[in-house]
């Protein structure tokens, strides 16, 4: 079983930075994909962005040349770099991995506020 705990939410200003952490502890052997999933008041949870065990990226079209993902060497944590924040980008982030078989978990989420 995978555990996540994520950090590194907050309020910022537009046009500001912020850097999304997330370990994760357990099996991490199991964990193919990892990645970051973010949900706005009155919409659907969405993928923002996602790096597999090789380093293959893949970002949603409204954050691509603004956010970039990286992975630990020990491969148990994940980053997300944010700049240029927009009010847009307001929601709730959650950290998701994928285990080689597709099995899913979710951390708990972290707030993230941009103010214009």
């Known amino acids: 079983q995978v555990h996540l705990v994520e950090s590194g939410g907050g309020l910022v200003q537009s046009g500001g930075s912020l850097r999304l952490s997330c370990a994760a502890s357990g099996t991490i052997f199991s964990i193919n994909v990892m990645g970051w999933y973010r949900q706005a008041p009155g919409k659907e949870r969405e993928m923002v962005a996602s790096i597999t065990r090789s380093g293959i990226t893949d970002y949603a079209d409204s954050v691509k040349g603004r956010f970039t993902i990286s992975r630990e060497n020990g491969k148990s944590t994940v980053y997300l770099q944010m700049n240029s924040l927009k009010p847009e980008d307001t929601a709730v982030y959650y950290c998701?991995?994928?285990?080689?078989?597709?099995?899913?978990?979710w951390g708990q989420g972290t707030q993230v506020t941009v103010s214009s």
């Open positions: 998701n991995t994928k285990s080689w078989s597709g099995i899913p978990t």
